[in-house]
């Protein structure tokens, strides 16, 4: 069966500090991946996706990357936290566009 | 763009009753899935939902995607407290482009 890891679970990270969140996936080759994210009480913000290793699709310009090194690994990367890029960030599977998303448990950034 | 609402924004609910969430797009969409996320978790996919007109139904949970493929319901019978959760609504539009509600908050009351 299919499992989707993230780490860390919580993180607290001060303004203008790096950041670096992994996901990886297991139990399927070549998914679709996604990065999410999600303020207090809000929907969810489709931040990446990527079909393929290195190809990866932004959705909303802003001081985050990410990078696809490998066919079931997905990171979320940034060079200066700002204040606002506080949330959840969840990453999500699927096998294509059309067909559903499973999702990681998340992780709770803090931006201090 | 496309652009998908979901109403209510809240709904609170007492414990047995029945309720109603709506998901409408601007566009014609080729699916619809729905979503569940409890509180302080992750959403977990529900159903998808393809053809026009197709009613589904899982336990107390029916989901509908209207004739028109534009909009979607999901209806809960005899809520219990598991029902608890955020419920969100995602489609593909005829683009290809795929975009999840603001969800719909749902409060049960004992």
């Known amino acids: 069966s299919q499992t989707i890891h993230q780490w860390p679970a919580t993180l607290v990270q001060p303004v203008g500090s790096p950041l670096s969140l992994e996901c990886t996936v297991e139990?399927?080759?070549?998914?679709?991946l996604y990065w999410y994210r999600q303020a207090a009480g809000r929907g969810l913000q489709l931040l990446f996706y990527s079909v393929g290793i290195g190809q990866i699709s932004s959705e909303v310009p802003q001081n985050l990357s990410a990078s696809r090194p490998q066919d079931r690994q997905f990171i979320l990367s940034s060079k200066k936290l700002l204040l606002s890029d506080s949330g959840f960030y969840l990453c999500?599977?699927?096998?294509?566009?059309?067909?559903?998303?499973?999702f990681g448990p998340g992780t709770r950034l803090t931006v201090t | 763009g496309q652009q998908v609402m979901q109403i209510p924004q809240y709904q609170h609910v007492q414990e047995g009753e029945d309720f109603t969430t709506y998901c409408n797009s601007s566009?014609?969409?080729?699916?619809i899935q729905w979503y569940k996320q409890r509180p302080g978790g992750h959403p977990v996919f529900l159903i998808q939902?393809?053809?026009?007109?197709e009613v589904k139904k899982q336990k107390r949970l029916t989901f509908q995607f209207g004739e028109a493929k534009k909009n979607s319901s999901l209806h809960i019978t005899a809520t219990q407290t598991t029902d608890v959760g955020t419920y969100f609504c995602a489609g593909t539009d005829s683009w290809g482009k795929f975009q999840f509600g603001a969800g719909t908050q749902v409060v049960v009351t004992p």
């Open positions: 139990g399927t080759s070549n998914p679709n």
């Open positions: 566009t014609t969409l080729s699916n």
């Open positions: 999500a599977w699927g096998t294509g566009t059309d067909y559903e998303q499973y």
């Open positions: 939902l393809v053809k026009s007109g």
